[in-house]
T-cell receptor
Framework: DQQVKQNSPSLSVQEGRISILNCDYTNSMFDYFLWYKKYPAEGPTFLIS?????DKNEDGRFTVFLNKSAKHLSLHIVPSQPGDSAVYFCAAAQLTSGTYKYIFGTGTRLKVLA | ETGVTQTPRHLVMGMTNKKSLKCEQHLGHNAMYWYKQSAKKPLELMFVYNFKEQTENNSVPSRFSPECPNSSHLFLHLHTLQPEDSALYLCASRTGPNTGELFFGEGSRLTVL
């Protein structure tokens, strides 16, 4: 059973427009959420995170929104740039038996068109 | 230099070989993780170590054997693997024990023939 889902495997956006990447989760015990970006042949790099006590966190062009009642989070990138083209993973974290476990989605491939 | 270094970056091995993957973090973190990334699948958590102690084994087959001699180093010993074990193996670290982001290495691409 996949606890973190990214239902859109790919997304294409024109340069300068907004990119919205979505993520759904099923476990209400998750208390921390993160977005990662991954280029080919590299490890994932951290982008932005949000605690479950907040509904929005912003860092430059990146904003993460959390809707706990819907168990949904989204990443907004505005304006989108060609260098943003990569695979984006959302992750959810839960403290279990003294260990923080991070569960990842399958990723969404974003292509920003120049 | 990245904070988390993985070696080798690429490894090809036969099913009867024994090899090891190495991870080293230079961030002063106390928690280290092994993840497996297979094609079109989410990153799968394998093992977690906090302060050198294993705190999570996500039902990983015994042909994968982790070792954490200190908080900076993590190994994954491989023995009699199967072709379906071919994947990208990612190491990550985090300032433990509370929440924070994981810092990933660049991964070791393993091919089992």
């Amino acid at each position: 059973d996949q606890q973190v889902k990214q239902n859109s495997p790919s997304l294409s956006v024109q340069e300068g427009r907004i990119s919205i990447l979505n993520c759904d989760y099923t476990n209400s015990m998750f208390d921390y959420f993160l977005w990662y970006k991954k280029y080919p042949a590299e490890g994932p790099t951290f982008l932005i995170s949000i605690s479950s006590i907040k509904d929005k966190n912003e860092d430059g062009r990146f904003t993460v929104f959390l809707n706990k009642s819907a168990k949904h989070l989204s990443l907004h990138i505005v304006p989108s740039q060609p260098g943003d083209s990569a695979v984006y993973f959302c992750a959810a974290a839960q403290l279990t038996s003294g260990t923080y476990k991070y569960i990842f989605g399958t990723g969404t491939r974003l292509k920003v068109l120049a | 230099e990245t904070g988390v270094t993985q070696t080798p970056r690429h490894l090809v091995m036969g099913m009867t070989n024994k090899k090891s993957l190495k991870c080293e973090q230079h961030l002063g973190h106390n928690a280290m993780y092994w993840y497996k990334q297979s094609a079109k699948k989410p990153l799968e958590l394998m093992f977690v170590y906090n302060f050198k102690e294993q705190t999570e084994n996500n039902s990983v087959p015994s042909r994968f054997s982790p070792e954490c001699p200190n908080s900076s180093h993590l190994f994954l010993h491989l023995h009699t693997l199967q072709p379906e074990d071919s994947a990208l193996y990612l190491c990550a670290s985090r300032t433990g024990p509370n929440t924070g982001e994981l810092f990933f290495g660049e991964g070791s691409r393993l091919t089992v023939l």
